[in-house]
């Protein structure tokens, strides 16, 4: 063994003290707080991108853009973590995230926007599996949860300050100031990266990067997101450009399960994609979610149209929902510390969330307090889930996996999300009797439906049928999954060792 590769496997099997986890983490922090600002800011300054822009035509593609390329290449970050290690690639995806932003800012014209917001997106696709991932690499199963949860405060501090900043941007200073933002809060989060993770335990192994397999997920699931953002708003559902391009994307998705069948290290090994934590796990945390997300998206339409709030209002009142996720993921994380049937928080959470949504089913019109406090056991009992999900997950698969199986499991997570989100909007567009593509956007169709005496209220309560159905399906997943111990110390004990054995992998 030569004096390099000693190094090498001394410094992989160092324990991190205290202090380095500490470090570690809140470098961490700070760049999910980009990834989670970043989500959160540009929203409410798309209006003032549009004017200055003069083009509203494609300002939705402000928004899609990111979403598409952040999606396909999550897996891949997760694979090539696993080749070159969690801090290299951490530094590759805040590097594209910044060269992203800086494009954005200094965009004359929409298309070139929206390609800064592409590259954007494929520095940001890294950044939340690489956080998760280098989590589990720092600490121990048992106590993973705990900090997956305190990574939720970044999200909270997003949720509540970036729409109110990417507003004040909007009115006071030049938009551009929104995306150059991020290059010098980039450059820290890169910084604290670059120093704290060198003493990050590594779990290399040999590996060969499928290509191939890329090539074809990526392909087949960028038609898919572009056939579930276009359809019913561009163009109506059943027309030959969706139906070509579901079509195509299938097509594309039996060729990957054809290749990964052959390929002799397949892009998304068969053992990860086979293993039934992975499964029920993803699925778990894929439609709590999607649930979520689509009535973040809806709720404030209804806010609007069925209470008669204004649109700051409105936003007001969806806090709770983004808010309350993290005391669930908290009490969740924690419990996972203690108990042995660790999912009983999950269920518990689930059976909540399912709960608060059936009242607004059967009270679709309930006072304002009904439905503010009826978000906020949504939000609570929904963040119970993530941390389980995700930590059996990462504690069902060997280490030198753990990168690809978090990249996989976020990558079917945004898929899922953005399948609830347009089933939600198919509802509510069936609802009021219109398409889009017809004449007028959902805004003007409720509002005008409203006017005419019709029960905008008892439209609403389907998209709330369809967020309780993706919460039913959560919650399934979740009682099904299989609750294998997991390793590490209990709450008071001794420094982190990362060498824990998983459990053993299907």
């Known amino acids: ?117 592409t590259l954007q997106g494929i520095g940001g696709g890294g950044i939340v599996p690489l956080v998760q991932t280098t989590i589990a690499d ?55 990266t670059h120093h704290s993770m060198k003493r990050l335990p590594r779990h290399d192994r040999r590996h060969q990067l499928d290509i191939v397999g890329a090539a074809l997920m990526i392909a087949a699931a960028t038609l898919f997101l572009i056939a579930l953002t276009s359809g019913g708003t561009r163009v109506p559902w059943l ?12 097509a594309l998705g039996a060729a990957l ?65 983004v808010v309350m996720t993290v005391p669930g993921s908290m009490l969740s994380g924690r419990s996972m510390m203690h108990l042995r049937r660790y999912k009983v928080s999950a269920i518990a959470g689930g059976i909540i969330a399912i709960a608060a949504v059936a009242a607004m089913v059967r009270w679709p019109a309930m006072p304002l307090y009904g439905v503010v406090i009826a978000v906020t056991l949504i939000g609570f009992g929904v963040g119970t889930v993530y941390p389980v999900a995700t930590v059996s997950i990462q504690n069902a698969v060997p280490m030198h996996q753990v990168g690809t199986a978090t990249g ?13 989100v347009a089933v939600m909007g198919a509802i509510l567009l069936a609802g009021l009797g219109a398409t889009p593509e017809r004449g007028a956007g959902v805004e003007l169709m409720l509002e005008s439906a409203g006017a005419l005496g019709l029960d905008v209220a008892w439209i609403f309560r389907w998209v709330f049928v369809a967020a309780d159905a993706f919460l039913v399906l959560a919650l399934l997943a979740i009682v099904l999954m299989e609750e294998r111990p997991l390793h590490g110390p209990a709450a008071k004990a001794p420094p982190v060792s990362p060498e824990a054995p998983p459990a053993p992998a299907e």
Request: proline share 6%.
């Open 138 to 192: 720092m600490v121990t199963p048992r106590e993973r949860g705990r900090y997956q949860a305190y990574m939720g405060t970044s999200w909270i501090v997003a949720g509540v300050g970036g729409p109110a900043l990417g507003g004040l941007i909007a009115d006071h200073l030049p938009w551009s100031v929104i995306f150059w933002l991020n290059v010098p809060l980039g450059l820290l989060a890169a910084l604290l």
């Open 257 to 321: 399960v054809w290749w990964l069948r052959q390929a002799p290290e397949p892009f998304l090994p068969l053992e990860v994609l086979k293993n039934p934590v992975m499964r029920m796990g993803t699925a778990a945390t894929s439609c709590a979610l999607g649930a979520v997300l689509g009535l973040t998206v809806y709720l404030p339409l209804y806010f609007q149209v069925v209470h008669k709030l204004s649109a700051v209002d409105a936003g007001l009142a969806l806090i709770p929902i």
């Open 1 to 117: 063994m030569t004096s390099h590769s000693k190094r090498a496997k001394a410094h992989s099997t160092a324990p991190l003290r205290k202090a380095d986890v500490r470090n570690i983490f809140y470098g961490l922090m700070l760049a999910m707080f980009l990834s989670a600002l970043n989500q959160t800011i540009v929203a409410t300054a798309l209006p003032t991108i549009g004017r200055e822009l003069g083009n509203f035509e494609n300002l939705s593609w402000v928004i899609i853009a990111y979403l598409l390329s952040s999606t396909v290449v999550s897996p891949l970050y997760g694979k090539l973590s696993d080749i070159h290690g969690r801090r290299a690639m951490m530094l590759v995806a805040i590097g594209l995230f910044i060269a992203g932003s800086a494009a954005s800012a200094a965009a004359p014209n929409m298309a070139l926007l929206i390609a800064g917001r």
């Open 408 to 420: 996989a499991m976020n990558f079917f997570r945004a898929l899922a999300s953005t399948l609830a």
């Open 239 to 250: 027309s030959p450009t969706i139906l070509v391009l579901v079509a195509a994307s299938l």
